[in-house]
């Protein structure tokens, strides 16, 4: 069974930094991407980063310039580098990852890290 841990969060002041993990365990056949989502309290889901099969990255553009996700293929982990925190980036931030367990790479499916909650003050 493919699962995603999370961990990192916390609370800083505007203009500090943090970093989330997400280490991924088990196999998958085909994995698609790697991303980063957050959802602030009465809002909905949104992108925030990715890191494509092929290694491009796109980012949220207000997160553009201050946020940098990577991933250690020999750790299993993605990571998201946060600087310049501002309150606006507060919200639970969850890894997901796209993967197929088939060998045809079909029937691809989200598996999701649990949240980690970044409060930002000011």
């Known amino acids: 069974q493919v699962r995603l841990a999370a961990s990192g969060g916390g609370s800083v002041q505007a203009g500090g930094s943090l970093t989330l993990s997400c280490v991924a365990s088990?196999?998958?056949?085909?994995?698609?991407?790697l991303a980063w989502y957050r959802q602030a309290p009465g809002k909905n889901r949104e992108f925030v980063a990715v890191?494509?099969?092929?290694?491009?990255?796109r980012y949220y553009d207000s997160v553009k310039g201050r946020f940098t996700i990577s991933q250690d293929n020999n750790k299993n982990t993605l990571y998201l580098q946060m600087d310049s925190l501002k309150p606006s980036d507060s919200a639970t931030y969850y890894c997901?990852?796209?993967?197929?367990?088939?060998?045809?790479?079909?029937?691809?499916?989200?598996?999701w890290g649990q949240g980690l909650l970044v409060t930002v003050s000011s």
């Open positions: 088990g196999s998958a056949v085909c994995r698609f991407d």
């Open positions: 890191i494509n099969a092929d290694g491009s990255i």
């Open positions: 997901r990852s796209r993967i197929s367990l088939q060998s045809d790479c079909e029937r691809a499916f989200d598996i």
